[in-house]
């Protein structure tokens, strides 16, 4: 068990919880069948990212973070380079098969951009872009590509954007310059989603094709409006509080519930959609990872 444990915490599994709405919301920014195999082949890459992140900054955790799993000893290097390398080709293989040749190239596409934020742009000053490009390519990975979920793309990348930014203060702790950007991204997010929502012609809804379309369009814009009020419920409290408590174990904190905010910021594209069963359905993953979350590191 402990050693089940262990691969879990090193791929954070927790975390996963928000991965499969990326490919939701893509889907319904796009207008598109949501794909749970594409679902499945995203969460296997995060996955990847999580075991290639803790393999490339070993050296750092030992003197950082000496209870993660690499540096205390409960699991080695190589086996997490191997666990890295395998499950990148079960999501490369797994987007092959349920999403044909344009899901196998935007999940290389998006395979490509883990390897490259893991290996090389993390410490980097482009590294939190780089992350946020990560979570954008996953949701165009459930659109296709579309251009119409570009608006959800970015409202995804830009909340992903602050979560990175207060991801490198967890350590040392957070100082007002960073706050204030996560803080900044967390608007731009909101912003996007909620433009995105109002945008939306919601083409999931039957009631289009009668006299009741319009009334149907508000009600769906209306519910993915309130998802966007959600998302910021959940985010700003923690952000904003680190202005007057930045300890890295806030910071922490602020990363965890950010991490679980995508749900309902999610939520907000497939409401708008007028898919409000999925919506649903993401909004009740947000307890059960919060509940894991706080068993099991997530960052």
């Known amino acids: 068990m402990s050693g089940l444990r262990t691969l879990l915490e090193v791929v954070r599994a927790p975390a996963a919880v928000s991965v499969p709405g990326d490919t939701m919301a893509g889907a319904a920014a796009a207008g598109l069948r949501w794909n749970p195999g594409l679902a499945v082949a995203s969460t296997l890459l995060y996955w990847a990212g999580m075991a290639l992140n803790d393999w490339a900054d070993r050296d750092a955790d030992a003197v950082e973070r000496p209870e993660r799993p690499i540096?205390?000893?409960?699991i080695s290097p190589g086996r997490t380079l191997a666990l890295a390398a395998g499950l990148t080709g079960a999501g490369l293989a797994a987007a092959a098969l349920t999403g044909g040749r344009r899901g196998f190239a935007l999940a290389g596409l998006l395979a490509g951009a883990v390897c490259a934020y893991d290996l090389g742009l993390k410490r980097t000053a482009a590294g939190p872009a780089a992350m946020a490009a990560c979570r954008a390519l996953d949701v165009l990975l459930g659109a296709g590509g579309r251009r119409r979920a570009w608006p959800t793309a970015l409202a995804v990348g830009a909340h992903t954007y602050g979560i990175s930014v207060l991801?490198?203060?967890?350590?040392?702790?957070?100082?007002r310059g960073t706050v204030a950007a996560a803080l900044t991204a967390t608007a731009v997010a909101a912003t996007a989603a909620a433009l995105a929502t109002l945008r939306s012609s919601s083409p999931d809804l039957a009631a289009f094709r009668n006299a009741s379309a319009p009334a149907s369009r508000v009600v769906a814009r209306a519910g993915g409006l309130v998802m966007v009020a959600?998302?910021?419920a959940?985010?700003?409290?923690a952000q904003a509080g680190l202005r007057t408590r930045p300890?890295?174990?806030r910071v922490r904190q602020a990363?965890?519930?950010?991490i679980l905010a995508l749900l309902p910021l999610q939520a907000s594209a497939v409401a708008g959609a007028g898919?409000?069963?999925q919506?649903?359905?993401l909004l009740a993953a947000h307890p059960v990872g919060r509940r894991l979350s706080t068993r099991m590191a997530t960052s």
């Not at 991801?167 to 100082?175: D, I, L, M």
């Not at 959940?234 to 409290?237: D, E, I, L, R, T």
Request: aromatic content about 4%; glycine content about 16%.
């Open 279 to 281: 919506a649903a359905a």
């Open 247 to 249: 300890e890295p174990d």
């Open 230 to 232: 959600g998302y910021l």
């Open 234 to 237: 959940v985010a700003v409290p």
């Open 255 to 258: 990363v965890r519930l950010g």
């Open 275 to 277: 898919r409000p069963a």
């Open 167 to 175: 991801g490198r203060a967890e350590v040392k702790g957070a100082s």
């Open 71 to 74: 540096p205390s000893g409960r």
